[in-house]
């Protein structure tokens, strides 16, 4: 079995910075894609980056220029770095994986969650 936790998650000001967490633990051969995404109350939830096995990265619109994602794969870690925060970042933040387990099987995993909260 796999699971997917989440760190880093907390209270910040806006223009401050964190760095979110996300490391995969059990039975896992390979991870291909990882990807964080967010959901604030009321809200669906959206895809803020993914990143490939290879380090291919994308991000969505509302957050380029301020966050990065990257990914330690002898570690099994994803991370996002946020700068420049701004309030409408406040979401749940979600860590997801596509894993090819031990069983030589594929599945997709999310984290828990952790909460960001920017204040003005």
């Known amino acids: 079995q796999v699971q997917l936790v989440e760190s880093g998650g907390g209270l910040v000001q806006a223009g401050g910075s964190l760095r979110l967490s996300c490391a995969a633990t059990g039975s896992i051969l390979r991870i291909d894609a990882m990807a964080w995404y967010r959901q604030a109350p009321g809200k669906q939830r959206e895809l803020v980056a993914p990143?490939?096995?290879?380090?291919?990265?994308t991000f969505a619109d509302s957050v380029k220029g301020r966050f990065t994602i990257s990914r330690d794969d002898a570690k099994n870690t994803v991370y996002l770095q946020m700068n420049s925060l701004k309030p409408e970042d406040t979401a749940v933040y979600y860590c997801?994986?596509?894993?090819?387990?031990?069983?030589?099987?594929?599945?997709?995993?999310w984290g828990q969650g952790t909460q960001v909260t920017v204040s003005s």
């Open positions: 990143i490939s096995h290879g380090g291919s990265t």
């Open positions: 997801n994986a596509e894993i090819l387990t031990t069983s030589l099987r594929v599945y997709s995993y």
